[in-house]
């Protein structure tokens, strides 16, 4: 496939409904190719920075940030999972011209998969890497282990692409968003 010239990534803001989301990629989403659109984990943005910048070379591309998490101000999502899901559901329904293809990453891949469900005529296909919460982590002291060995393996580097967002997002907004992901069963919305 040929590798398109790609400029600067794009930050823009969109409405959906009362929240206002910020997207990061490509300034447009109505090119020939199917727009892939990036919901990363809670708070978490700055790990997919560079994604939509290599993504964008092969066609239409936005990392959305939601209100809260380091996104524009104005009303802020509350940070349970329905109401995230809402607000990319609506995002779905409004900004992109067509369907795209929907990633989720991390808790966030709850997120994608609801609000695909919500909207699926929207959604072309749903790619969800790195999702949380199989059913043997959804205790407190599992999931923390989890958590331990993992970041314990993680690259030191991500520490400063992760800090910004949470610290923007305050201290209750991320473990909240990760304790109602926790009580969801993504395989009840994976049946519809």
Not at 146 to 158: C, E, L, M
Request: hydrophobic fraction near 35%; charge should be positive; aromatic fraction near 2%.
């Amino acid at each position: 496939m040929p590798q398109r010239r790609v400029s600067p990534p794009h930050v823009g803001h969109d409405r959906a409904g009362r929240a206002m989301v910020r997207g990061l990629g490509t300034p447009r989403l109505d090119e020939p190719n199917t727009p892939v659109v990036l919901v990363p984990g809670p708070g978490a943005p700055g790990c997919l920075l560079r994604t939509p910048e290599r993504l964008a070379q092969s066609g239409p591309v936005r990392l959305l940030g939601v209100p809260g998490f380091g996104a524009p101000s104005g009303p802020a999502c509350p940070e349970t999972l329905g109401p995230l899901a809402d607000t990319v559901a609506r995002w779905l329904a409004t900004v992109p011209p067509g369907p795209v293809v929907l990633t989720g990453h991390s808790t966030d891949a709850q997120v994608a998969l609801h609000a695909a469900v919500r909207v699926p005529g929207r959604v072309r296909a749903l790619v969800l890497p790195a999702p949380t919460f199989p059913p043997h982590l959804r205790r407190l002291r599992p999931l923390l282990g989890a958590f331990t060995r993992t970041a314990a393996r993680d690259d030191p580097g991500v520490v400063p692409a992760l800090s910004p967002s949470y610290l923007k997002a305050g201290p209750r907004r991320p473990p909240n968003c990760i304790r109602s992901a926790g009580r969801t069963a993504p395989r009840r919305s994976c049946r519809r």
